[in-house]
C-alpha cells in the first residue's frame, strides 16, 4: 500500500465514491472513516466497510473493489468467522471487513 497523506475529507470523498460507483451491489452494513498512524508517523485517514452475516457480499464487495483475494485475512471471532481484506483506492486506505455466525458453535 503506498503510503499517502490522507485528509479525512480524502477518505470521505473516496467513500462516497465507492458507493456511488458499486451502487449496484448492496450496500455495507457499516462504514466509518478511521484515522490511524502511518509508517510515516503523522495521523492518516482511511475507509472501514463493514459486511455483517454476509460472506457472499463480502466477496461482491472485495472482487468490486479489485482486493486481492490471496490478501484476504480469515480469523475465528465470536460465534464465527472473520476476514479482512485491505488495499488503496481513490489513493485512500481502504478496509472491507465481515464477519459471519458459523453453524453449530
Not at 22 to 51: C, K, M, N, R, T
Amino acid at each position: 500500500m503506498t503510503t499517502l497523506a490522507t485528509s479525512r475529507a480524502d477518505a470521505a470523498h473516496a467513500l462516497m465514491m465507492m458507493l456511488t460507483e458499486h451502487g449496484d451491489i448492496p450496500q455495507p452494513d457499516e462504514f466509518e472513516l478511521h484515522e490511524y498512524e502511518s509508517d510515516a508517523g503523522h495521523p492518516d485517514w482511511g475507509v472501514v466497510l463493514v459486511v455483517n452475516e454476509s460472506l457472499a457480499r463480502f466477496e461482491q464487495w472485495r472482487a468490486a473493489l479489485d482486493l486481492d483475494p490471496g490478501d484476504i485475512a480469515y480469523r475465528s471471532c465470536h460465534h464465527g468467522a472473520c476476514m479482512s481484506a485491505v488495499g488503496e483506492i481513490h489513493g485512500v486506505p481502504v478496509e472491507l471487513f465481515a464477519a459471519a455466525d458459523v453453524p453449530g458453535k
